[in-house]
């Protein structure tokens, strides 16, 4: 079965940096755009950053756009996410998730397939 477990979460200051790790699975890695939403408490789950399938493609949300950075290694079958200047409303549940879909719609949490369990991201003030 098809498997995505995230790691490299934990606890940071602002201002601080961390790389959140997503391996796949049970699927052809190489086939899927990958994306990394949150969930913050009380909040519903956001689009954070999307990777086309050849890694050609990529989009970010306003509020991370150029203090993330989204890659991944097809021969590892692993999708990143470098997350620099972190902020405390960055705190949240991440998660990395699969779809087969178009690049137009790699930022709709309706179009992905496949999640991950989410790991821990909490960044103190």
């Known amino acids: 079965q098809v498997q995505l477990v995230e790691s490299g979460g934990g606890l940071v200051q602002a201002g601080g940096s961390l790389r959140l790790s997503c391996a796949a699975s049970?699927?052809?890695?190489?086939?899927?755009?990958m994306g990394w939403f949150r969930q913050a408490p009380g909040k519903e789950r956001e689009f954070v950053a999307a990777?086309?399938?050849?890694?050609?493609?990529?989009v970010y949300a306003d509020s991370v756009q150029g203090r993330f950075t989204i890659s991944r290694d097809n021969a590892k079958n692993t999708v990143y996410l470098q997350m620099n200047s972190l902020k405390p409303e960055d705190t949240a549940v991440f998660y990395c998730?699969?779809?087969?879909?178009?690049?137009?719609?790699?930022?709709?949490?309706?179009?992905?397939?496949?999640w991950g369990q989410g790991t821990q991201v909490t960044v103190s003030s």
């Open positions: 990777i086309s399938w050849n890694g050609a493609s990529t």
């Open positions: 998730a699969a779809g087969w879909m178009s690049i137009g719609t790699m930022t709709r949490r309706q179009e992905y397939d496949y």
């Open positions: 049970g699927l052809t890695f190489s086939n899927y755009n």
